[in-house]
Structures are given as structure tokens and as C-alpha cells.
């Protein structure tokens, strides 16, 4: 299928390997964040999301960082696998169903 | 438990004529978004339908423009098609306005215009 991050910063990463994805966000008054895994030729797939009243939010080998002081976010991923390898993005809005504004993605590249 | 499901997957239109690009929201949703996404990008915001009205809408031209239904089903249609409108037009649903309802989107309808 069409690739959708055809220019994008990339991190590759040995498997099993932790992997640390970077967002930087502009809105101060954004209150929701997600993560989403996107594979090529496929719409986007949500991750993980964290509010903004927290700063870590843990999932199934996933971990998102909010640092709201220097408007940063992350993603962890433990373990990386093959599977992982895709372009990942990070949205964000200022809560309840507002539009979400995406970054500008990260092609996370794994090698076996 | 179908997810968001999207039609047609893939498409060709000349420059001047219209598409129309289905949605169908995952079961249970009843909020609609849009998002438009060219190579290389992130996606942007088109519109959202909620109670079968255009609630909210990005910085898109008026040829742009949408229909939900009562079964909360929805349609993108863009007129007067351009070489820039090629893109992945992704559809998103989610559970009406409360705050942090996750977001689902579809797999996308592929727009080339030739």
C-alpha cells in the first residue's frame, strides 16, 4: 500500500531493544493526549492516551510521559519488536470531542 | 464488533469532478470526524458531524463538505476536485462530547486525482 510518511524522522532501534519516541506540542491549553501507530497503507491505530492531570500513563509494553512544563511528550515502547515498526504520531486536543492536531510523526524502523 | 469502516478503499477522479467518500462509525458511536492526510503528513481536520450536523470544522474550503445520517453513518463529498486534493481521507468516530472518549479511525479511502 501508499506510504504516508514518505519524509519523516526516523528511529531505528535493534529488536528487543526499549524504544523512546519524542512530541513536542504548542498548545498550552491541550488537555488530551494520544498516541497512534500507523502502518502503511492503513489508517491510524490508537496506543495509549493520558490526560492532562497526569504525567505517566503504563500499558501493555507501552508508556506515555506528559511533561505539560516543557509541553513534551513521549512514547516508551519495551522490548520492541518487528511488529512494532511503523510511523507513530502523537494528537492532542483540548478535551472533550474537539478536533485532535496531529505532530508531525516518526517512523520507528526495527532491525532484527 | 465492527470498527470504523471506510468506502472506497482506493479511487481515481480526473481534476474538475466530485467524489463522495463513505463512513460508517464503529457500533455504538455516534460522533463523525474527517481528516484529510497527504504524503509525508500528519492528519488535518476537515469537519465533525454530531446529531446530524456539522459541529465543528478546520480550514478547509467549502468544497468541501458532509452528510451525517440517522444511523449516524456519514459522507465526505469534495467538488471541483484539484491535483492537491489527492490524499488519505480518514474517517474517526467516537462516543458523542464528553471528555477523552477515545478516537477510532478507519483504514482510510486512498483519493488520487489525475
Known amino acids: 500500500g501508499e506510504s504516508v510518511g514518505l519524509h519523516l524522522p526516523t528511529l531505528s532501534v535493534q529488536e528487543g531493544d526499549n524504544s523512546i519516541i519524542n512530541c513536542a506540542y504548542s498548545?498550552?491549553?491541550?488537555?488530551?493526549f494520544i498516541w497512534y501507530k500507523q502502518e502503511s497503507g492503513k489508517g491510524p491505530q490508537f496506543i495509549i492516551d493520558?490526560?492532562?492531570?497526569?504525567d505517566k500513563r503504563q500499558g501493555q509494553r507501552v508508556t506515555v510521559l506528559l511533561n505539560k512544563t516543557v509541553k513534551h511528550l513521549s512514547l516508551q515502547i519495551a522490548a520492541t519488536q518487528p511488529g512494532d515498526s511503523a510511523v507513530y504520531f502523537c494528537?492532542?486536543?483540548?478535551?472533550?470531542?474537539?478536533?485532535?492536531?496531529f505532530g508531525k510523526g516518526t517512523r520507528l524502523s526495527v532491525i532484527a | 464488533d465492527a470498527g470504523v469502516t471506510q468506502s472506497p478503499t482506493h479511487l481515481i477522479k480526473t481534476r474538475g469532478q466530485q467524489v463522495t467518500l463513505r463512513c460508517s462509525p464503529k457500533?455504538?458511536?455516534?460522533?463523525v470526524s474527517w481528516y484529510q492526510q497527504a504524503l509525508g503528513q500528519g492528519p488535518q481536520f476537515i469537519f465533525q458531524?454530531?446529531?446530524?450536523?456539522?459541529?465543528q470544522r478546520g480550514n478547509f474550503p467549502d468544497r468541501f463538505s458532509g452528510h451525517q445520517f440517522p444511523n449516524y453513518s456519514s459522507e465526505l463529498n469534495v467538488n471541483a476536485l484539484l491535483l492537491g486534493d489527492s490524499a488519505l481521507y480518514l474517517c474517526?468516530?467516537?462516543?458523542?462530547?464528553?471528555?477523552?472518549?477515545?478516537?477510532?479511525f478507519g483504514e482510510g479511502s486512498w483519493l488520487t486525482v489525475v
Open positions: 494528537a492532542e486536543n483540548i478535551g472533550g470531542n474537539t478536533p485532535l492536531v
Open positions: 474517526a468516530s467516537s462516543l458523542g462530547t464528553r471528555w477523552g472518549n477515545t478516537i477510532y
Open positions: 458531524y454530531y446529531e446530524e450536523e456539522e459541529r
Open positions: 498548545n498550552s491549553a491541550s488537555d488530551y
Open positions: 493520558i490526560r492532562s492531570n497526569m
Open positions: 457500533s455504538g458511536h455516534d460522533t
